[in-house]
């Protein structure tokens, strides 16, 4: 039980960070492009969003899990999917205040391209929430992954992950109830400790959450 505990944190670790850098990554730039840009690419790119977070996350996952096939390389595509249009609608909200900001208009009257100025200037003042997003996330994804080999559809039963074992030991709680224990006090703690690291990283990122001397 330990050792398939451990192994487990390896997987869910894995398909967390691996999921969630990807998927708040393209969500961001994709959030950022578009707030820059606008226009119809503004407002085709936000009923595509709308259109993806319309549906429950985890029906979506299921779907996308039912149409791709059981592998812990499909439920990290299925987790991109879900990550994307969330990172994309909440960078694009900051993006869109900066890019009214007085010096974004003096960059772009000194004739800096539309490229430079979403790469110089764009992207580096929106960093602090791109990575808010990816720590806040993590926790998510495990959850979500969790959910899904808890329910058959994620990782292979061959792959030891949290939730396959809570299935498990489902099955025998009358008799071995630390087969059920075990695994949930391991999900529990991974997505505690993470949503404190979000936090911590939030405040420190972010000037009106500091604390002041006096």
């Known amino acids: 039980m330990l050792s398939r505990v451990i192994w487990g944190a390896r997987l869910s670790l894995y398909v967390g960070l691996a999921s969630v850098v990807v998927g708040i990554t393209l969500g961001a730039l994709w959030g950022v492009a578009t707030a820059y840009l606008g226009g119809i690419s503004d407002l085709g790119s936000q009923r595509v969003v ?13 779907a996308l899990m039912a149409a791709l096939g059981q592998s812990v390389t499909n439920v990290i595509l299925a987790l991109i999917i879900l990550l994307t249009p969330t990172a994309a609608r909440t960078v694009r909200a900051v993006a869109l205040g900066i890019a009214a900001a007085p010096y974004i208009e003096a960059a772009r009257a000194a004739g800096g391209s539309q490229w430079r100025i979403i790469s110089r200037h764009l992207i580096p003042n929106c960093l602090a929430s791109y990575i808010v997003l990816l720590t806040t996330n993590v926790s998510y994804a495990i959850v979500v992954e969790a959910s899904l080999s808890f329910i058959g559809a994620g990782a292979p039963p061959d792959e030891p992950s949290w939730g396959g074992m809570l299935t498990a030991g489902v ?8 087969m059920v224990f075990f695994p949930g006090l391991a999900i529990s703690l991974a997505v505690f400790g993470l949503n404190l690291l ?4 939030r405040d420190v990122t972010d000037p009106r959450l500091r604390g002041g001397l006096g």
Not at 52 to 61: E, H, K, V
């Open 50 to 62: 709308d259109s993806l977070m319309a549906l429950p996350p985890i029906i979506l996952a299921l």
């Open 171 to 178: 099955q025998a709680i009358e008799t071995a109830p630390w």
């Open 198 to 201: 979000g936090d911590s990283i």
